[in-house]
């Protein structure tokens, strides 16, 4: 086991109308909120926007609204946001929403009260070291932005997306109402269950040794996400699923599965620049690449890859053909994955020839090699892409 920092200090609540709560949680903060939502969409349609604002006017908190978050969130509306929590003195930020309403969020937090340019931060000229206070209302369990130190923007003008990662912007507080991801579309389920799914497998797989205590809290984290993914495949209103993959979302991503080991990335890193080129949804670049990366790098720790083959999806051991094991393993997850109905080939996510390969490659390695079982480079990347086509 590494040495290791972690600290989680957001306040989670599920509960049956948890969004209620919002009003009197904002107000132990500020007397002043920016609310910020998709805006049209479901927001409306399923009478939350409602919900929100009654909350928010019976606590007594005045509140400015910034609606017209997109997936794959940019940053002209993050600038947009800070004008406003600069002329309105502002004092807490409320995300409604899934990721890129979260991440918007925290983009403003930072942006606030930093003198430059907010893409200062994404673009690593700047540290950030303090944010307005953020709180969500999450509806859509898949990134765990809502209890994470990270948030993922796209830059109109140049097309290049980025992250920070900074403890300061993990959310004060989560507000989880299962009845609110009932309405969840099929399609964005499954991206969501991928996308956890991903979380944890980009920490499981890792170099470091003797770390019995996360592996098998990974394992186990995995493994009840396919349990629960089962459920929802045939009821899609299945509280308890629903609820346990809110809390799961949170669980795989706010850091306690990498306490003291090393992480991989490369998957992530990868797929951002098929959203960032073809703006592809960011659950569908990580069930083509997550299969093709592991069948790149298995041989590089067959141990792990055949623990994950038994412990996660059930292959006995062959123990005269370790590789026949952990690429049965791979062709599981990979089945898993279509079996709920997931891309799993570039061509199915509108990504149809190789001429922006190699651009996406250098883009991905631009800070470096990436990931941490193998470390890839521009021609790794270039030939992971190839083989998703
Ligand atoms: O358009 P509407 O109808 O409003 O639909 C929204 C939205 O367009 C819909 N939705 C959300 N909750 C719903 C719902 N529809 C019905 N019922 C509900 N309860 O979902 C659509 C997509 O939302 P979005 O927020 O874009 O999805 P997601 O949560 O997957 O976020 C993706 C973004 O998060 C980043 C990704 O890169 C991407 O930009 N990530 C952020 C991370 C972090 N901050 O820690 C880590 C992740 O790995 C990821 O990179
Ligand atoms: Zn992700």
């Not at 002043?32 to 939502?37: A, G, I, W």
């Not at 004008?83 to 403003?108: F, M, P, Q, R, Y």
């Not at 920070?164 to 912007?169: E, L, N, R, T």
């Not at 989880?176 to 499981?204: A, C, W």
Request: aromatic share 10%.
């Amino acid at each position: 086991m590494d040495s290791f920092e972690f600290m989680s200090p957001t306040e989670f609540i599920l509960q049956k109308d948890a969004d209620k709560l919002c009003g009197e949680k904002i107000k132990r903060i500020s007397d002043v909120c920016l609310f910020v939502h998709y805006g049209d969409g479901f927001t409306y349609k399923t009478g939350l926007h409602a919900r929100i604002t009654e909350s928010l006017e019976m606590a007594g908190v005045e509140y400015y609204e910034l609606p017209g978050v997109e997936p794959n969130p940019k940053v002209k509306l993050v600038r947009k946001g800070i004008e406003i929590c600069k002329e309105k003195k502002v004092g807490c930020i409320l995300a409604v929403g899934g990721g890129s309403v979260i991440d918007t969020a925290k983009a403003i937090g930072i942006g606030a009260g930093y003198d430059g340019d907010v893409w200062d931060f994404y673009s690593k000229k700047a540290a950030p070291t303090e944010s307005i206070p953020v709180g969500t209302v999450m509806t859509l369990p898949a990134t765990g932005s809502e209890g994470s130190n990270g948030s993922v923007l796209k830059n109109d003008q140049t097309g290049e997306s980025a992250d920070v990662m900074a403890d300061c912007i993990r959310p004060v507080f989560t507000l989880m109402n299962p009845e609110l991801t009932m309405t969840i579309p099929k399609r964005q389920t499954i991206f969501g269950i991928v996308d956890m799914f991903s979380h944890v497998m980009e920490r499981y797989f890792s170099s470091s040794v003797e770390v019995n205590l996360t592996d098998y809290m990974c394992e186990g984290v995995m493994k009840s996400i396919i349990v629960n993914a089962r459920t929802l495949m045939t009821d899609l209103t299945d509280y308890n699923a629903r609820a346990e993959l809110m809390w799961t979302s949170i669980v795989a991503h706010n850091g306690l599965l990498a306490t003291g080991r090393n992480q991989d990335w490369a998957t992530h890193t990868m797929g951002a620049q098929l959203s960032a080129q073809y703006n592809a949804v960011h659950g569908s670049t990580l069930s083509v690449l997550f299969p093709c990366w592991a069948e790149y790098v298995y041989k590089e720790n067959l141990p792990r890859f055949v623990q994950f083959a038994n412990r996660v999806f059930d292959v006995d051991l062959d123990f005269y053909n370790q590789e026949k094991t952990a690429k049965e393993g791979i062709r599981r997850l990979r089945e898993f994955f279509e079996w709920m109905g997931a891309p799993t080939c570039l061509s199915q996510i509108g990504v149809e020839n190789d001429e922006k390969f190699k651009m996406m490659a250098e883009t991905a390695c631009r800070f470096g090699d990436i990931g941490g079982i193998k470390a890839l480079n521009a021609r790794d990347v270039e030939e992971i892409y190839k083989m998703a086509q």
